[in-house]
């Protein structure tokens, strides 16, 4: 299957600084990207949809100014948690979509983010 | 809007025996997709298995196979001969099929079944 690349697995970083996680597709061109994310035990919770060269799309209750995504090209979208405070410490995964209908989705690896 | 609901959020099962998680959906489409995710403690996402809702005959992957039953709108997952391995959380999903990409790539995720797998 298609191979989606998530990077930094795990990241500790001091409340108030940026964070910013990327996703790659290795092996297809992702026109659509999707990030989710998820608490301890509990479902993935999608904040944004994003499409190369437009801008990112976001669930209610997300805000745009703080989780900013940039999905600059075909294989790269990048989430950026802004002045990241402790509740933001959770687990963040990206979704590479497919452009054909009943294709599936694939998933990166997830990122921890611990903010301290 | 779709919703997916898992009734069972743990289950377990005793090795090589059977055990089958139980996934129900609410949607007005009548073309759609649904699949079983697994979430190992690596908390990668892997797909386990997938059911395009125009086929009627039920997916099946190795010891893994569903039962779908389109009008009840239910979505069960059964896995055979379990293994260690098996352990994890299970996520049932929902997708319609894409006339605009972004939509149609949208997956509903249930709320999971945390799987323990007794030796």
């Known amino acids: 299957g298609a191979v989606v690349s998530q990077h930094p697995s795990w990241v500790i970083c001091k409340s108030g600084t940026s964070v910013k996680i990327e996703c790659r597709s290795l092996?297809?061109?992702?026109?659509?990207m999707f990030w989710y994310r998820q608490f301890p035990k509990q479902s993935l919770m999608l904040m944004a949809t994003?499409?190369?060269?437009?801008?990112?799309?976001?669930e209610q209750g997300v805000e745009k100014d703080k989780f900013l995504i940039n999905h600059a090209s075909l294989t790269l979208s990048t989430l950026t948690v802004t002045s990241a405070h402790p509740e933001d410490s959770s687990f963040y995964i990206c979704r590479a979509g497919l452009g054909e209908a009943g294709t599936e989705a694939f998933f990166g690896q997830g990122t921890r983010l611990t903010v301290v | 809007a779709q919703t997916v609901t898992q009734s069972q959020p743990e289950m377990s099962v005793q090795e090589a025996e059977t055990v089958t998680l139980s996934c129900t959906y609410d949607t007005s489409e009548s073309d759609y997709y649904l699949f079983w995710y697994k979430q190992p403690p690596s908390r990668q996402m892997i797909l386990v298995i997938r059911?395009?809702?125009?086929?009627?005959q039920n997916a099946t992957e190795n010891r893994f196979s569903v039962n779908f039953q389109k009008a009840a709108k239910s979505f069960s997952l059964k896995i055979s001969d379990s293994q260690l391995g098996d352990a994890a959380m299970y996520f049932c999903?929902?997708?319609?099929?894409?006339?605009?990409?972004?939509?149609?790539?949208?997956?509903?995720f249930g709320e999971g079944t945390q799987l323990t797998v007794n030796p």
């Open positions: 059911q395009e809702a125009y086929k009627q």
């Open positions: 999903a929902y997708r319609t099929p894409s006339i605009e990409e972004t939509s149609g790539s949208r997956l509903t």
């Open positions: 994003s499409n190369e060269g437009s801008k990112a799309t976001y």
């Open positions: 092996d297809f061109q992702a026109t659509t």
